[in-house]
């Protein structure tokens, strides 16, 4: 991306076999186009559709036009950024016990246990599933499935057959139906639990939600939109903090920066270290909109058929948009929100994210918890590289760190007393 960006600027065209052709952009003036154009002449559904044969045809990230909106206003409201405090505890408590198995003293790679309790996190939050039985054959099934997903051969795989031949023909059966029984087991269960006008999780909220004719959502759309809230949100959010992990642990001055603050009980630059994690090494590195028609972006009239790519990689390194655009540096954040069209982790525009403000918050949690716990450092001089991941930017070694020692005194403090800034930084 960026050798073709230095060779051809702001908007280079990429010819991919069964994919057809994509455009990227990087301006953040063209972004802002795509952005806020008509979403029904740029259609993100059906540059998505490599997701069809998992996601099932009810996936709000599959569809375009009316019925993705309709799907789009009912799930807004669970993830609403006021609603994720009722999160912050189950968050915090898969956290704090998957981070104290950490051995200290060895190079240990932090993506699986990211992993581990980001799909814990969506499994009771999102779905619902507190029972330590229920969650584990679950967890068992979803592993699976996202195991066999993410193996390159499998893309390529997708590419010969094609995304809507691969679900006709039922080639993922094998993997997707195990985990299918378990989610509608829990959905037909949980609309005939007594306390489903109490829950919090988001399959209670979508239970009760209603279409703009009054009618409940149906199983089938139920099972496809858990299954894309399981997708499109515990890879990225697991990638994403191992590279927040990656980038402090060689800065050790800003990791001690954060921890001080993260003790006296102000989150501003916990917050900015997440933003400038997400912008220096956004885990998903484009995202796309099919044309529908013709259309003028960043000077030229792109036709029907073409796919738009805004770039989040390349426009985050813009040296016209950041200083030092290379650098780790959480400080740029500090006095200075994100743009709209220049720091796009989420995308944008009508398919933004809807979980931004569930991972920006579990990231949070999650970061908080480990450095008031553990003293951590990098476990070799470099910084990791990228590798590809199916469809997200993983650090190579899964984000190698070393536990120095433990700052338990200190996560109690955290715990039990009101902020006291002095008091707190003299436990550790
Ligand atoms: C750091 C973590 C995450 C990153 C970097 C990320 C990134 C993205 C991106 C780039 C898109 C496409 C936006 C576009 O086309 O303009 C997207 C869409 C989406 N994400 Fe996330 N995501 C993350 C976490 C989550 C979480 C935790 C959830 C839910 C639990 C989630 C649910 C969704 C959904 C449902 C869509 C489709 C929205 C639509 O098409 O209307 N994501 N995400």
């Not at 063209?30 to 740029?42: H, I, N, S, Y």
């Not at 505890?89 to 980001?118: D, F």
């Not at 195990?178 to 979508?206: G, H, M, N, T, W």
């Not at 992990?245 to 102000?266: F, K, Y």
């Amino acid at each position: 991306m960026e050798d073709a960006q230095r060779r051809y600027g702001d908007m280079f065209t990429l010819r991919i076999a069964n994919e057809g052709t994509w455009v990227f952009i990087s301006h953040p003036h063209a972004v802002k186009q795509v952005f806020t154009g008509d979403p029904r002449l740029l259609h993100a559904g059906e540059a998505n559709i490599v997701l069809l044969p998992v996601l099932g045809g009810h996936s709000v990230l599959l569809l375009d036009d009316d019925a993705h909106m309709a799907h789009r206003k009912l799930m807004l409201p669970p993830f609403h950024g006021e609603r994720m405090r009722g999160y912050e505890q189950t968050m915090g408590e898969v956290a704090a016990r998957e981070i104290e198995r950490w051995p200290a003293g060895e190079p240990l790679a932090a993506w699986p246990t990211m992993q581990t309790i980001t799909l814990e996190v969506i499994m009771r939050t999102v779905f619902g599933v507190q029972e330590s039985g229920r969650l584990e054959r679950l967890g068992d099934v979803l592993r699976n499935l996202l195991a066999f997903a993410a193996r390159p051969a499998r893309m390529a795989f997708l590419a010969v057959f094609g995304p809507r031949r691969v679900a006709e023909l039922g080639l993922v059966r094998s993997v997707v139906e195990p985990a299918d029984e378990l989610i509608y087991e829990e959905i037909r269960a949980r609309r005939d639990a007594p306390d489903l006008a109490e829950r919090d999780d988001v399959l209670s909220l979508l239970l009760q939600a209603r279409h703009d004719d009054g009618t409940p959502m149906s199983d089938l759309e139920l099972r496809d939109e858990l299954m894309t809230l399981l997708v499109a949100g515990h890879e990225t959010s697991a990638t994403a903090l191992a590279w927040a992990l990656d980038a402090l642990t060689h800065h050790p001055h800003t990791l001690a920066r954060l921890r001080e603050e993260v003790d006296s009980g102000d989150e501003t630059y916990l917050d900015a270290v997440i933003k400038e994690t997400l912008r220096l090494r956004p885990v998903i590195a484009l995202v796309l909109r099919r044309l529908v028609e013709p259309m003028e972006i960043g000077g030229r009239t792109l036709p029907t058929g073409v796919n738009v790519a805004p770039c989040v990689y390349l426009l985050h390194r813009r040296a016209d948009v950041y200083d030092d655009p290379r650098a780790f540096r959480p400080e740029r954040f500090l006095n200075k929100p994100p743009g709209t069209y220049t720091w796009i982790p989420f995308g944008g525009g009508v398919r933004r994210c809807l979980g931004a403000s569930f991972a920006q918050f579990e990231m949070k949690v999650v970061l908080r918890e480990l450095v008031s716990r553990l003293d951590v450092g990098a476990a070799r001089p470099e910084p990791e590289r990228r590798v590809r991941r199916a469809i997200v930017f993983a650090p190579a070694r899964g984000g190698e760190i070393v536990v120095k020692g433990s700052n338990r005194a200190s996560a109690r403090a955290a715990r039990s007393a009101p902020p006291r800034p002095s008091a707190r930084s003299a436990l550790r």
